[in-house]
């Protein structure tokens, strides 16, 4: 069975940082690139960053030099590190694992239960 474990979501301020971690499942991990979704009330599910297995990274341009993917292939964790954090990150955030093939992260169908990140003024 497939897990994904979200955490580190919270609140802050405009400006501030967070850094959320998902903790997977084994095989999952190791076979797969990771990514980082997000969601906002009344919008669809975003890519925001994803991870290949290798460690060569992608972002959405909207955090691209604020946001920071890593992986740790011992803990089979990925985890964001966000910074200069703005009014328009405030969503749920979900871990998810996939594929990377020609630049296009495709998720497979496993999703965690996500982390609710709040940004105020």
């Known amino acids: 069975q497939v897990q994904l474990v979200e955490s580190g979501g919270g609140s802050v301020q405009a400006g501030g940082s967070l850094t959320l971690s998902c903790a997977a499942s084994?095989?999952?991990?190791?076979?797969?690139?990771m990514g980082w979704y997000r969601q906002a009330p009344g919008k669809q599910r975003e890519l925001v960053a994803a991870?290949?297995?290798?460690?060569?990274?992608d972002y959405a341009d909207s955090v691209k030099g604020r946001f920071t993917i890593s992986r740790d292939n011992v803990k089979n964790t990925v985890y964001l590190q966000m910074n200069s954090l703005k009014l328009e990150d405030v969503a749920v955030y979900y871990c998810?694992?996939?594929?990377?093939?020609?630049?296009?992260?495709?998720?497979?169908?496993?999703w965690g239960q996500g982390t609710q990140v709040t940004v105020s003024s």
């Open positions: 991870i290949l297995r290798g460690g060569t990274k």
């Open positions: 084994g095989y999952i991990f190791s076979s797969s690139a």
């Open positions: 998810n694992a996939g594929t990377y093939y020609s630049n296009t992260y495709t998720p497979y169908d496993y």
